[in-house]
């Protein structure tokens, strides 16, 4: 018996699933995902929402920021480089008074401070954006997304 050619092999998938209900008779809504952790989302005060979450499309940026900020550290870790503080400032460009509206560049800026190698933080970011996360290779067909970064030593 001949073993099934690799064409004949679905690829394996995982299964990714959230659940969002309205909160209120307006644009509010809660979402929750595997961890049962809430997430406001909102529209804008333009349109009837009234600012109790955070709008779609900014999710996506934080979605992206928070992707990247896990590859990241987890690259620096194994690297025995030690973050003590970290922070990404994600600015997404789109285009105006046009629907849809998709982001048209993304920029991240990296700011971390600990006892770190800068091209160790740079090859880590470079990793993220290149390798491992999943949410850039999302964004990335519709989007120029780049960035940069500021290393600060540790205090004392």
């Known amino acids: 018996m001949q073993p099934e050619s690799p064409a004949a092999t679905p690829p394996k998938t995982n299964t990714m699933k959230v659940e969002l209900a309205r909160v209120d008779d307006a644009f509010h809504f809660e979402a929750t995902g595997v961890a049962n ?28 920021a928070g992707c990247s900020a896990i590859d990241v550290v987890l ?6 480089q ?4 970290f922070r990404i ?8 008074d046009v629907t849809p509206s998709p982001f048209e560049s993304i920029h991240l800026h990296y700011f971390l401070k600990g006892d ?9 970011i470079d990793l993220s954006m290149d390798k491992y996360c999943s949410a850039t290779a ?4 519709s989007s120029e997304i780049s960035y940069s970064l500021t290393v600060e030593p540790a205090d004392g």
């Open 37 to 64: 952790v809430p997430v406001h989302i909102d529209g804008a005060v333009g349109i009837g929402g009234h600012n109790a979450g955070a709008r779609p499309m900014e999710l996506l940026l934080m979605g992206l």
């Open 75 to 80: 690259i620096l870790q194994k690297q025995r």
């Open 82 to 85: 030690r973050v003590d503080d």
């Open 89 to 96: 400032t994600v600015e997404g460009r789109r285009p105006a």
């Open 116 to 124: 770190l190698s800068e091209d160790k933080v740079r090859r880590a």
């Open 138 to 141: 999302q964004l990335r067909p």
